[in-house]
């Protein structure tokens, strides 16, 4: 990190001056942009259909991740998209609807389960 003569910090990473609040510091060695590693839609696109799974579970997986910064577990930040990627696919049976098979409820004996009409004018 330099300081310049206006006495206001630039930093320099890969030979680009940069915004020292939008960096992310690893370690005391490793600083590199917040933004580096985050795919883009395509990329994600692509890695989902090598996987033969599809573009909306693709879609989901990117507006999920987007919209919480992409960090795992809303605090720590996300280190390998794809392998986060590939649990997600590996997960998508766990979280479909079920179809809902129609099951008719048999009476029980003994139970009063009339499905004819009934006449009123009858004495009990």
């Known amino acids: 990190m330099k300081v310049s003569k ?3 910090k630039v930093v320099e ?4 001056k ?7 510091v690893e370690s005391t060695r490793t600083i590199r942009p917040t933004n580096a590693f985050q795919p883009t839609i395509e990329k994600i696109r692509e890695y989902f259909l090598e996987q033969n799974s599809n573009e909306v579970e693709a879609q ?6 987007q919209s919480n910064g992409w960090k795992v577990g809303g605090k720590a930040p996300m280190k390998d998209w794809q392998a986060a990627a590939g649990n997600w696919i590996l997960n998508i049976p766990q979280f479909s609807p079920q179809p809902q098979i129609g099951v008719q409820k048999q009476p029980i004996p003994g139970n009063l389960n009339v499905t004819t009409g009934k006449n009123y004018s009858e004495p009990l």
């Open 6 to 8: 206006n006495r206001v």
């Open 13 to 16: 990473v890969n030979g680009e």
């Open 18 to 24: 940069v915004d020292p609040k939008n960096l992310l």
């Open 60 to 65: 989901k997986f990117f507006n999920h991740f």
